[in-house]
């Protein structure tokens, strides 16, 4: 059974419509990311692109929101880029097209008759962290956006290979399947960064009410209504400058660790 996201995940045009504008930009820049496929934890081929800066440089997995795909980070990961940082930026089995780009990983687990919930791209989550881990032979920041930004928070309490998890939009949304997030945080010391559009936050505060937080650990809020979902960094969005100054700023905390 899938499990329900914030009402914000089933307003898909106006976001569209954003990301257009991005792509319209951005699809004549380079540097151009590489395509590449690995397997999941059941085997099932999952499609990324991957953005090389060099063998050396920190790496961030890039995990996209409800219905969508790897293209959600086709601005972000190359601003990313910029700053020093190796992007692997994943299609996970529950996703769908946008504009004219495919989820060729939901395609793939369509074929093989996989089930496509929420909750099933757990497994994906965590192959691509592992596969990025040992790619660059070090642990990844790992990044998430609505229904992936709860993911990457279960995956970096129980995964060495990440040190570092940003979270943009989580809720508590699989209590039933996995028990409540919030109780599992309490115990979680790795750096981490979560935020929101300004409607979520007092959600978000509550999800990490029973942390003791860290120097390393934070929550922003908007000044402005801002947006749900990494789309929040997106350029061509209003205020998007105050999401990159809270992300630039705890990039280069933890960019050395």
């Known amino acids: 059974m899938a499990v329900a996201c914030t ?4 307003q ?11 792509l319209e930009i ?11 496929t690995f397997s ?4 099932l081929p999952i499609t990324a692109n991957l953005y090389h800066v060099s063998d050396s440089a920190p790496v961030m997995v890039l995990c996209h929101q ?3 795909n790897k293209i959600e980070y086709v ?19 529950s996703g769908g097209p946008l504009l004219e780009f495919q989820n060729e990983t939901t395609l793939a687990a369509q074929e093989d008759s996989l089930p496509i919930d929420f909750l099933d791209a ?11 881990s040992n790619k660059y032979n070090q642990p990844v920041i790992l990044v998430g956006s609505s229904y992936s930004s709860t993911l990457v928070l279960w995956v970096a309490s129980e995964n060495d290979n990440v040190k570092a998890v940003i979270s943009f939009s989580p809720g508590n949304y699989f209590v039933e399947q996995k028990g409540d997030l919030s109780l599992r945080l309490q115990n979680l010391k790795k750096p981490m960064l979560v935020t929101s559009s300004k409607e ?19 929550q922003f809020e908007p000044e402005g209504t801002g947006y749900h979902g990494a789309r929040g960094l997106w350029k061509t969005n209003e205020g998007n400058e105050e999401y990159w100054s809270s992300v630039t700023e705890f990039l280069n905390k933890i960019k050395n660790l």
């Open 7 to 10: 009402p914000d995940c089933a």
């Open 12 to 22: 898909q045009e106006d976001k569209i419509t954003e990301l257009q504008s991005a």
């Open 26 to 36: 951005e699809q004549n820049k380079k540097p151009i990311p590489e395509k590449i």
């Open 40 to 43: 999941s934890l059941d085997e």
């Open 66 to 68: 409800a219905r969508w």
């Open 75 to 93: 601005e972000s990961a190359k601003t990313f880029m910029e700053m020093g940082f190796n992007c692997l930026a994943i299609d996970q089995r």
């Open 122 to 132: 757990e497994q994906d989550i965590i192959a691509a962290v592992n596969y990025a």
């Open 200 to 218: 979520e936050a007092q959600d978000v505060a509550v999800l990490i009410s029973k942390m003791e937080l860290t120097e390393l650990q934070s």
